[in-house]
T-cell receptor, first 113, second 114 residues
Framework: AQSVTQPDIHITVSEGASLELRCNYS??????LFWYVQSPGQGLQLLLK??????LVQGIKGFEAEFKRSQSSFNLRKPSVHWSDAAEYFC???????????FGAGTQVVVTP | SQTIHQWPATLVQPVGSPLSLECTVE??????LYWYRQAAGRGLQLLFY??????ISSEVPQNLSASRPQDRQFILSSKKLLLSDSGFYLC?????????????FGQGTRLTVV
């Protein structure tokens, strides 16, 4: 069975500093990979996705993620965080075209002045 | 463009009462539809998904049911709520096509069972 692990439950970062959120997955084939962001009390917004091709994908809000098959990872990065990036971030894996997603437990990001 | 509407935004219901949460999608046809539940610190759990009218698949056994009476309408129901049904419920849709399996989420319903 597929699984998604986000090792960091909580990360605190200073405004302007770089951010990296880790995601590891367990899946037999090449999965569909996603990063979502959730503001408090809100739904989830898609940041970026990977299906195939270039392993470095660009998303919205200045985020990027890199798929590393050898490490079964799909880490999310941003060079310089803004206070508005404070939110919870979820990594997700899709197993097929049905669109069913397996989510990690999420990483809460706090941005300090 | 496609939009997804989910209501109500918040709901407080007594134990044993019925539940009906509604979700509608605009701007697309024959979407795949999903109900997820989010518990604190546990990410999202897929409850139900539907690939067409009247077609519902349940991912986990529970006190809830889902229905899809129209192409772009998805309803989550319960006959008698339990305390454990409290949580944040999210409806989502996707095209369900290879290369386009990302899900788009509604704003969610915060359900508190008291």
């Amino acid at each position: 069975a597929q699984s998604v692990t986000q090792p960091d439950i909580h990360i605190t970062v200073s405004e302007g500093a770089s951010l990296e959120l880790r995601c590891n997955y367990s899946y037999g084939a090449t999965p569909y990979l996603f990063w979502y962001v959730q503001s408090p009390g809100q739904g989830l917004q898609l940041l970026l996705k990977y299906f195939s091709g270039d392993t470095l994908v660009q998303g919205i809000k200045g985020f990027e993620a890199e798929f590393k098959r050898s490490q079964s990872s799909f880490n999310l990065r941003k060079p310089s965080v803004h206070w508005s990036d404070a939110a919870e971030y979820f990594c997700a894996v899709g197993e097929d075209s049905w669109g069913k997603l397996q989510f990690g437990a999420g990483t809460q990001v706090v941005v300090t002045p | 463009s496609q939009t997804i509407h989910q209501w109500p935004a918040t709901l407080v219901q007594p134990v044993g009462s019925p539940l009906s949460l509604e979700c509608t999608v605009e701007g697309t046809s024959n979407p795949n539809l999903y109900w997820y539940r989010q518990a604190a610190g546990r990410g999202l759990q897929l409850l139900f998904y539907s690939v067409g009218i009247g077609q519902i698949s349940s991912e986990v056994p529970q006190n809830l049911s889902a229905s899809r009476p129209q192409d772009r309408q998805f309803i989550l129901s319960s006959k008698k709520l339990l305390l454990s049904d409290s949580g944040f419920y999210l409806c989502a849709w996707s095209l369900g096509q290879v290369g386009h399996t990302e899900a788009f989420f509604g704003q969610g319903t915060r359900l508190t069972v008291v």
